[in-house]
């Protein structure tokens, strides 16, 4: 997974029906560009079966008390 | 106990209202006095009732006299977050966008409390939309830290910390989506719980990203989280995530010892780079533990700072979504910086957002492995002490932006995985600052953190010291 460039952000941005300008999505690039790196070793590597809400059967039940 | 009412737990106060040994009157006039020589100083409550509070506090008193005792908080004087809808009144949110918003719902954790019997004090000041981690609001001005009113609160529950360190509210509800509760109760020196993710119900409460939110209390004691997590924990028709997983007795929690419980001391990530008076307070926390009976060991746990993009992808683009119609129509009604981080979630692809959810199952599952042999996981809220509100606001120099990084650095990998948290007063710097370490605990077993908590609090005085008020006050 590569971070997204300016470029490219400014493109999301206008699809998504907010655009920003050059400056912002400049701005938006340097900012989140340490976010796609930290999740970079995670990102490709899921297995196919495997769907968000799946999250709610790895929370144990547990009452200590 | 203290004698003077305003300076009591919120255990003790509630006490002493149902036995009448102070009446909900007297609580209400010395907290309302307190608060009129504080909120100068402090700017942390949004909205201040003082008559409505008076009559309804007067309103318990007859009721009490006619042998009605309303619940556990019967006539008890409570403040919380302006994030909670009550119907009728007015939620800013901190916001310009809400600042007229009346809320024609009451929440769910709200109507609980007021169900027990909670007599509105007003409302608290918070970070713009819980979007911030310092308690900088550029709409209504920064909360100041009561400990030194040059230091930031923390936030995004920032008069939450701040009302409840400077005691003008017994408890107040706050939110955790990144660290907002933790960093507070770390930052001003008071007890704050985030809890599971599903353990109360979100409904009402102002969404920031619904995946990771939490509603949670910020008290003196571990003792007064454990009564507050009791009224409010439990599924809720109007919040389909709002779990079923039972409840547990958790002031009955609050009363066990730590002998035979094991608690993790990460052996990375949790130590590494820290202040060193935060180094010096985890040692000295960890001997207090030992001393106790607790069993002291080492964990490795999975790399955390993958936890905390996954965490920032996810906060960001459920923000945005959120936000979206306002980014749209209101930009220039945001300030400067939450503006940014809303624009932030615009460069996350969804194929990128869904991953980061698809892959919390598998990390809660390797984090449940990797602390299988401990009862809980100490660490570090944050790796510093509160800085000042100065270097960390916008235009706070160069490293403004690595700091406020640095402040959330250890809670946003807990609210990726949903985990409760308990974050308990636990020493303070030689400049008087407070800090506080949280115990993170297994998904659901808030009791556990609350039994180490409150062992931990008969042993120190931490929570029970009081700052001062700041001279040429009357």
Same mark, same amino acid.
């Given at each position: 997974?590569?971070?997204?460039?300016?470029?490219?952000?400014?493109?999301?941005?206008?699809?998504?029906?907010?655009?920003?300008?050059?400056?912002?999505?400049?701005?938006?690039? #340097?900012?989140?560009?340490?976010?796609?790196?930290?999740?970079? +070793?995670?990102?490709?590597?899921?297995?196919?079966?495997?769907?968000?809400?799946?999250?709610?059967?790895?929370?144990?039940?547990?009452?200590? /008390? | 106990?203290?004698?003077?009412?305003?300076? +009591?737990?919120?255990?003790?106060?509630?006490?002493?209202?149902?036995?009448?040994?102070?009446?909900?009157?007297?609580?209400?006039?010395?907290?309302?006095? &307190?608060?009129?020589?504080?909120?100068?100083?402090?700017?942390? $409550?949004?909205?201040?009732?003082?008559?409505?509070?008076?009559?309804?506090?007067?309103?318990?008193?007859?009721?009490?006299?006619?042998?009605?005792?309303?619940?556990?908080?019967?006539?008890?004087?409570?403040?919380?977050?302006?994030?909670?809808?009550?119907?009728?009144?007015?939620?800013?949110?901190?916001?310009?966008?809400?600042?007229?918003?009346?809320?024609?719902?009451?929440?769910?954790?709200?109507?609980?409390?007021?169900?027990?019997?909670?007599? &509105?004090?007003?409302?608290?000041? !918070?970070?713009?939309?819980?979007?911030?981690?310092? =308690?900088? #609001?550029?709409?209504?001005?920064?909360?100041?830290?009561?400990?030194?009113?040059?230091?930031?609160?923390?936030?995004?529950?920032?008069?939450?910390?701040?009302?409840?360190?400077?005691?003008?509210?017994?408890?107040?509800?706050?939110? @955790?989506?990144?660290?907002?509760?933790?960093?507070?109760?770390? $930052?001003?020196?008071?007890?704050?719980?985030?809890?599971?993710?599903?353990?109360?119900?979100?409904?009402? /409460?102002?969404?920031?990203?619904?995946?990771?939110?939490?509603?949670?209390?910020?008290?003196?004691?571990?003792?007064?989280?454990?009564?507050?997590?009791?009224?409010?924990?439990?599924?809720?028709?109007? @919040?389909?995530?709002?779990?079923?997983?039972?409840?547990?007795?958790?002031?009955?929690?609050?009363?066990?010892?730590?002998?035979?419980?094991?608690?993790?001391?990460?052996?990375?990530?949790?130590?590494?780079?820290?202040?060193?008076?935060?180094?010096?307070?985890?040692?000295?926390?960890?001997?207090?533990?030992? &001393?106790?009976?607790? @069993?002291?060991?080492?964990?490795?746990?999975?790399?955390?700072?993958?936890?905390?993009? %996954?965490?920032?992808?996810?906060?960001?683009?459920?923000?945005?979504?959120?936000?979206? &119609?306002?980014?749209?129509?209101?930009?220039? @009604?945001?300030?400067?910086?939450?503006?940014?981080?809303?624009? #932030? =979630?615009?460069?996350?692809?969804?194929?990128?957002?869904?991953?980061?959810?698809?892959?919390? =199952?598998?990390?809660?599952?390797?984090?449940?492995?990797?602390?299988?042999?401990?009862?809980?996981?100490? %660490?570090?809220?944050?790796?510093?002490?509160?800085?000042?509100?100065?270097?960390?606001?916008?235009?706070?120099?160069?490293?403004?932006?690595?700091?406020?990084?640095?402040?959330?650095? $250890?809670?946003?990998?807990? #609210?990726?995985?949903?985990?409760?948290?308990?974050?308990?007063?636990?020493?303070?710097?030689?400049?008087?600052?407070?800090?506080? !370490?949280?115990?993170?605990?297994?998904?659901?077993?808030?009791?556990?953190?609350?039994?180490?908590?409150?062992?931990?609090?008969?042993?120190?005085?931490?929570?029970?010291?009081?700052?001062?008020?700041?001279?040429?006050?009357?």
């Amino acid at each position: 997974m590569t971070r997204p460039t300016a470029k490219e952000i400014k493109g999301m941005a206008e699809i998504a029906g907010v655009p920003v300008d050059e400056e912002t999505a400049t701005r938006i690039a #340097n900012s989140m560009g340490p976010v796609f790196d930290g999740f970079a +070793m995670i990102a490709g590597t899921l297995p196919m079966d495997l769907e968000p809400a799946l999250y709610v059967l790895a929370q144990p039940t547990i009452v200590s /008390a | 106990m203290s004698t003077e009412p305003a300076l +009591m737990t919120l255990t003790e106060v509630a006490r002493a209202i149902a036995m009448k040994l102070v009446s909900s009157h007297e609580v209400t006039r010395a907290l309302l006095h &307190r608060i009129a020589q504080w909120q100068p100083h402090l700017n942390a $409550f949004m909205t201040i009732e003082a008559e409505a509070a008076l009559k309804a506090a007067e309103e318990a008193d007859t009721a009490l006299a006619k042998g009605e005792l309303r619940g556990p908080l019967h006539g008890v004087p409570l403040a919380h977050k302006d994030m909670y809808y009550e119907a009728g009144k007015v939620v800013t949110c901190g916001s310009l966008i809400r600042r007229d918003f009346v809320a024609t719902t009451t929440s769910t954790a709200l109507q609980r409390l007021k169900d027990a019997g909670q007599v &509105r004090l007003g409302s608290l000041h !918070m970070a713009e939309f819980a979007y911030g981690p310092t =308690g900088h #609001n550029s709409h209504y001005g920064p909360v100041r830290n009561p400990w030194n009113v040059a230091h930031i609160t923390g936030g995004s529950s920032s008069g939450s910390g701040s009302a409840v360190a400077a005691r003008l509210t017994f408890a107040a509800l706050g939110s @955790d989506t990144g660290g907002s509760i933790r960093m507070p109760a770390h $930052f001003c020196g008071v007890t704050g719980l985030k809890t599971t993710w599903g353990r109360i119900s979100r409904a009402g /409460a102002m969404p920031l990203s619904q995946s990771l939110d939490t509603v949670g209390p910020l008290a003196q004691t571990a003792e007064d989280c454990a009564l507050l997590l009791a009224l409010m924990a439990g599924p809720d028709p109007e @919040d389909p995530t709002a779990s079923a997983e039972p409840v547990a007795d958790y002031v009955a929690a609050t009363k066990g010892s730590l002998k035979g419980l094991k608690i993790g001391v990460p052996i990375s990530f949790y130590v590494d780079d820290l202040d060193s008076e935060v180094a010096r307070v985890l040692d000295e926390t960890l001997a207090v533990l030992k &001393r106790e009976g607790a @069993d002291i060991v080492k964990v490795e746990l999975p790399d955390q700072r993958q936890l905390s993009a %996954a965490s920032q992808l996810v906060l960001a683009v459920e923000a945005a979504a959120f936000h979206k &119609r306002w980014l749209i129509e209101r930009p220039q @009604d945001y300030g400067s910086q939450v503006l940014m981080r809303l624009q #932030n =979630g615009l460069a996350v692809p969804a194929i990128t957002y869904l991953e980061a959810m698809r892959w919390r =199952g598998p990390a809660l599952a390797a984090h449940h492995a990797a602390t299988a042999g401990v009862d809980a996981v100490i %660490a570090p809220a944050s790796p510093v002490p509160a800085p000042t509100i100065a270097e960390s606001d916008v235009g706070g120099g160069a490293n403004a932006p690595a700091l406020l990084q640095r402040l959330t650095l $250890f809670t946003r990998p807990v #609210n990726y995985l949903g985990l409760p948290s308990l974050v308990v007063p636990s020493g303070f710097t030689r400049s008087g600052l407070p800090v506080g !370490m949280q115990l993170i605990g297994r998904a659901f077993d808030e009791a556990t953190l609350l039994t180490i908590g409150a062992a931990f609090q008969r042993a120190t005085d931490y929570h029970a010291r009081l700052p001062k008020l700041p001279e040429g006050s009357t």
